[in-house]
C-alpha cells in the first residue's frame, strides 16, 4: 500500500518520558514478517486514564480496559496491544483470551491483573490466539527500552500507511512537563483493522480523576471531531500515562491540559491524513450556529456526506452539497442566512450565490491538497471545527476488497 | 449513461386515470433535446395530498407546495415540473420563479393560483430560467391527453437511467379504485438532479384529510424508508391528487391505504433500484428490537454505513461490518444475543460466528444480485425492514465529476 499523500514527511522524534519502556515483537498473531504485539511497561506510581468507543457491540478488551479505568492502584502498570485480530464480536470467548493475556502479563511482571490495558486491533469475529502473544511476552520484557517508542508506533499498524506521532512539552513553574503519544487509525472509525488506538505518555505528576477530566475534555474537540466514512469502531481506545517521574504536579493545570490537546489533536489529524484512499485533508469550519451543539452537527453533516466528500475528490467547488448537508443535519439554519466559503473565497452569502463569485479562483484552490470549508449560519454565536478526507476510488478499493 | 443493472425489465403500462391529463414539452431549462417540463392537468372536485423534505434548506417549490396543501379548494388543479433546474438555494429570487409559474398556469388554465403545485429538480444554485417554462404553458394546453402519463415519467428524469411506474386496482364495495404513479430519483437523496420527485393519481373519492393522512402514514414504511447514500434533497416532493371520478369513496378504506402503499413501495425501491452506481439490491431486515424505532435505528445504520456497503460491493460477506452498524446505531443492542443472517444463512448467532456457518455458500450467496442481510438483536418485538443499494466506484464517478 502507498503511503497516504496526505502523510507527513517522516515520524517525529519523539522524547523519551521517563517511568515508561518499549517493547515490540512479532508475535505471528495474522501478519508475517512484522512486529505485531507492543508492551508498555509504567513504573510503580502511574496513573492510567483513557476514553473509549461508545459502540454498544464493544470489544472485550475495550470493556476490560473500561473495567479497570480509575480503581484504586498501587505498583506498576502495563499496556498490551496486538494488531492482527481485534478480538471482537468473539462472543464470551474473547474476555477469556483478555483474562489469559492479562494474567500473564501480570505475573511475569510482578503487576496486579487490575492494572494491565489491553488492546487488540485487526479481524473481527475470528478467535484470538492469546497464546501467541503470551509467548511472545518474555522476549518482551526482555527487550523493554524507554527509546522504543517508534517501534512501538509501527507495531500497532493495520491498514494504517505510516505511522503516528505527536509530542509536547509544557512549562510548569519554571520545571519541563513531556508528552508523547503514539496512535494507529486510517478508516474513521472502521470495524475491521481500522480502529483507532491511542496511547500517550507523559511524566507529568496527576491524580486519576484530574487526568480523566484532561483526557475527556480534550477528546471532545479532537478525536470526537474527525472523522473518515461516519463508521464507529467497536475498539476505540485512547489511554494516557502519566509516570509522575518529572514530579511536576500538573491537576488542573491549563497549560498542561492544553499540551494534551494539542498531542491528542495532533494525532487525530494524522488518523484523518491516513483516511482510507483520501487524497484531500478537509477541515470544516462552523460559525453563528444556534449553539455550539448545532455548530457540530452541521459540521458533522458536512463531514461525512458522501456527495460533498465525492465533489472534493472531483475538486468541484459543489456549495449546493453543502447547502444540502446543512439541511438535513437537524440543526437550526435559514436558508436565506447562509453563506459558505472555500478558503477564503465566498461562493454564497444570504442564501445565494456570492455576486463576486469566480469559478475560475474556485476552482484553482478546489485543487489543493488541503482544503477550508467554511459555513456560517447567520444565528448565533455557536462554532465547531471538525476534520475529514475525501471520498475517492482508493476508499472503494480497500473496502470492497480488504477481508476477502 | 447506462441503465441500471437493477432496473424492471420495461416501464410498466399505467392505466389512465378519469380527470387527469398529461402533458410534456422541451422547453430547453437546460437540457438539450429532450423534454423537460410535464404538466398534470386535474379536473375540477381533485384533491391533493403531499409530504416534502425535512431540509431545512429546502426549495422555493416545496415551500410553496407545503403552503398549498390543504387550504380549502375549488375548481381544477395542476402540477407544473421541470427538470435542469432545481430553482434551490436561489434565494429570494427562487419564490419569485415559483409565484410567477403558478400565476401563468393558473391563468391560462382557469385555475386559483393556490391550485397549481410545481416541482424544479436539477441543479442548485443557478437562477431558474422560468420564462421558458412559461412560454411552454400553450402547448403543454394543448398536447393534453389522459394517456400521456409514460411520457411525464420520462420529463421528470435527470441522472436517473430509467423512468419509474407503477400502479395498483383496489375493490371497494364491488367498484374499482384506480391507482397510476410515476417517479424520479436516483441518489436518495441528493441534492443535485437526484431529487426524488413523485406523482400519485387516483380517481378514488377522498377528502384532504382522509389523503393526507394515507399518503403520510404509507410514507414512513414507504420513501422514508430507502437510503442510496444518507443525503437528503431539498425539493424531495410527493404528491397524491385524487379525482373522485370513480365516485368510489375511499376515505379511511384498508384496502385503499395498502393499495397505495403498495404503489409507494414499488415506486420507491425503483429509486433504490437506481441508485448512483448501483450493482445490488439490498433489503435489511432487523427484528427483535427493544421496539420499532430502534429497529429503524439499527437498520438505516447499516443501509447507510460505506463500509457495508463496500463489502456488499466487494461481494464480501463481510459480518463484522454489520455488527459494527448495529453499534453505532444508538439503539440498545446486548453484543451476545446478536444474531446475523445474509439471505437464509446464518452467519452469526449469540454474538458469535455460528458454528455451521459456510464460507462458500455465503461466498456464492453474495454474488447474487438481490440480497437480504436479516438482523436479530434477540431484544424485544420490534423490526423495520428497510431498501439500500451498494457504494461502487460508479458512484464514485457519477458525482465526483457531476457538476464540472
Chains 1, 2 share one sequence.
Not at 119 to 130: D, N
Not at 185 to 212: E, R, W
Request: overall charge negative.
Amino acid at each position: 500500500m502507498a503511503v497516504s499523500p496526505l502523510a507527513p514527511a517522516a515520524f517525529p522524534s519523539l522524547p523519551a518520558i521517563a517511568g515508561v519502556r518499549f517493547a515490540t515483537a512479532a508475535a505471528g498473531v495474522r501478519y508475517k514478517g512484522r512486529t505485531d504485539v507492543m508492551l508498555a511497561v509504567l513504573d510503580a506510581g502511574a496513573v492510567v486514564a483513557g476514553v473509549f468507543t461508545r459502540s454498544s457491540t464493544r470489544s472485550a478488551a475495550v470493556l476490560d480496559c473500561q473495567a479497570k479505568n480509575g480503581l484504586p492502584a498501587t505498583g506498576g502498570a502495563a499496556i498490551v496491544v496486538n494488531s492482527g485480530n481485534s478480538n471482537a464480536f468473539t462472543g464470551k470467548v474473547g474476555a477469556v483470551s483478555v483474562a489469559a493475556i492479562s494474567a500473564a502479563t501480570a505475573e511475569l511482571l510482578g503487576l496486579s491483573e487490575d492494572r494491565v490495558f489491553t488492546s487488540s486491533t485487526g479481524v473481527i469475529g475470528e478467535p484470538m490466539p492469546h497464546q501467541r502473544i503470551i509467548d511472545a511476552l518474555p522476549a518482551l520484557q526482555g527487550a523493554l527500552d524507554g527509546s522504543a517508542i517508534d517501534a512501538a508506533a509501527r507495531a500497532i499498524m493495520t491498514t494504517d500507511t505510516f505511522p503516528k506521532g505527536a509530542s509536547a512539552t509544557v512549562n510548569v513553574g519554571g520545571k519541563t512537563v513531556t508528552i508523547s503519544g503514539i496512535a494507529k487509525g486510517s478508516g474513521m472509525i472502521a470495524p475491521d483493522m481500522a480502529t483507532m488506538l491511542v496511547y500517550i505518555f507523559t511524566d507529568a505528576l496527576i491524580d486519576h480523576a484530574s487526568l480523566q477530566a484532561a483526557v475527556s475534555g480534550a477528546s471532545d474537540s479532537t478525536f470526537n471531531c474527525i472523522t473518515v466514512d461516519s463508521d464507529t469502531s467497536t475498539s476505540d481506545t485512547v489511554l494516557v500515562a502519566a509516570t509522575g517521574a518529572s514530579g511536576v504536579q500538573v491537576a488542573g493545570n491549563a497549560d498542561f491540559t492544553a499540551a494534551l490537546t494539542d498531542v491528542m489533536r495532533d494525532l487525530a489529524l494524522q488518523v484523518v491524513r491516513d483516511g482510507e484512499g483520501a487524497t484531500k485533508f478537509i477541515e470544516v469550519q462552523v460559525t453563528g450556529a444556534a449553539d455550539d451543539l448545532d455548530a457540530r452537527k452541521v459540521a458533522m453533516a458536512i463531514a461525512n456526506s458522501p456527495l460533498v466528500k465525492t465533489a472534493i475528490a472531483g475538486q468541484d467547488a459543489n456549495w449546493g452539497r453543502v447547502v444540502m448537508a446543512v439541511g438535513k443535519s437537524g440543526a437550526a439554519a435559514d436558508r436565506d442566512l447562509l453563506a459558505i466559503r472555500f478558503g477564503d473565497i465566498w461562493v454564497a452569502r444570504n442564501g445565494y450565490r456570492d455576486p463576486d463569485y469566480s469559478e475560475d479562483a474556485t476552482s484553482a484552490y478546489m485543487k489543493q491538497q488541503e482544503l477550508v470549508i467554511g459555513v456560517d449560519l447567520g444565528l448565533g454565536e455557536g462554532r465547531s471545527t471538525v476534520w475529514t478526507c475525501d471520498l475517492t476510488h482508493g476508499y472503494i478499493d480497500i473496502n470492497a476488497d480488504y477481508r476477502s
